[in-house]
């Protein structure tokens, strides 16, 4: 099948998958990346390695034109930032979604699994519409989400799931086209604020900890010494004591110990917000 592919390294598997399963991949649409946070290194060398295109400006309907003259049959979209205007378009394309929709529409819905202490969650495939994680869902895969769950082995288990499933959409697509389920209901979750990304040294460890594993090396945020700190892991434990919340109770040659309501929290990855 000739596709073009949409994305970045979350899904970098699924790209892996469609090459070894022998499709023909037009082109590879990515976009800018960090690389500190978020990477397109592994896609981008995977297109170099088989002589794809790369494109990292924005998807236009000029794009898909030439795509259609090139005889693609279908646009796999897998966490891509921009808007696919398909609108304009004949060529069918499906995008992966990490959450069972319609559950969970939104740009980074993982930590809100987290937050919201879902133990079960997984990975849609549906159809691309002019809206955004709104088409009819050709297929879905599930998997538990275990209570000490962050957002790390959480990435871990969407992108396990991902491949497998895209692979057997893409065996019989027409099918899986053909009995899509239209989505009814279900919610969005928006971009998480800044007071759901910020511990609150007042809150019992377990929901600080809750915070830390929901962001990881996303980092959630911290106020103490005066300063503002972005914290990528830490680790809590309950304890009476008689510190005020938010105080330092210690400082080691590389963590720091703070206090909570009714515990200690101690940070160990964080640096000074800049």
Not at 56 to 73: F, I, M, Y
Request: aromatic share 10%; charged share 25%.
């Amino acid at each position: 099948m000739k596709i073009a592919y949409f994305g970045y390294d979350f899904f970098a598997s699924c790209l892996e998958r469609i090459l070894q399963d022998g499709h023909e991949v037009l082109c590879v649409f990515t976009f800018e990346t960090d690389n500190k946070y978020n990477f397109n290194e592994k896609i981008i060398s995977l297109a170099t390695a088989h002589g794809i295109r790369v494109a990292t400006a924005a998807v236009s309907a000029d794009d898909l034109r030439k795509l259609e003259e090139q005889g693609c049959e279908l646009l796999v979209v897998a966490a891509y930032p921009y808007r696919v205007p398909v609108e304009s378009s004949k060529l069918r394309g499906i995008n992966l979604h990490p959450t069972l929709l319609p559950e969970g529409r939104g740009r980074w819905p993982l930590p809100h699994i987290i937050l919201k202490k879902l133990r079960e969650s997984g990975v849609s495939i549906h159809k691309l519409d002019p809206g955004f994680d709104s088409g009819a869902v050709l297929a879905q895969a599930r998997f538990s989400v275990d209570p000490d769950e962050n957002l790390e082995t959480l990435s871990c288990k969407c992108q396990l799931a991902a491949a497998p499933l895209l692979a057997k959409v893409m065996s019989q697509t027409d099918t899986f086209w053909a009995n899509a389920v239209p989505q009814n209901g279900g919610s969005i979750w928006p971009f998480p604020s800044d007071s759901e990304m910020t511990l609150d040294w007042r809150a019992p460890v377990e929901d600080i900890h809750r915070v830390v594993r929901a962001f990881g090396k996303m980092h959630s945020t911290a106020e103490f010494d005066g300063k503002k700190w972005n914290v990528a892991d830490a680790s809590v434990w309950e304890e009476c004591h008689e510190y005020q919340p938010g105080s330092i109770v210690l400082r080691t040659n590389r963590e720091v110990l703070i206090a909570a309501r009714n515990g200690f929290v101690c940070l160990r990855i964080f640096e000074e917000e800049t």
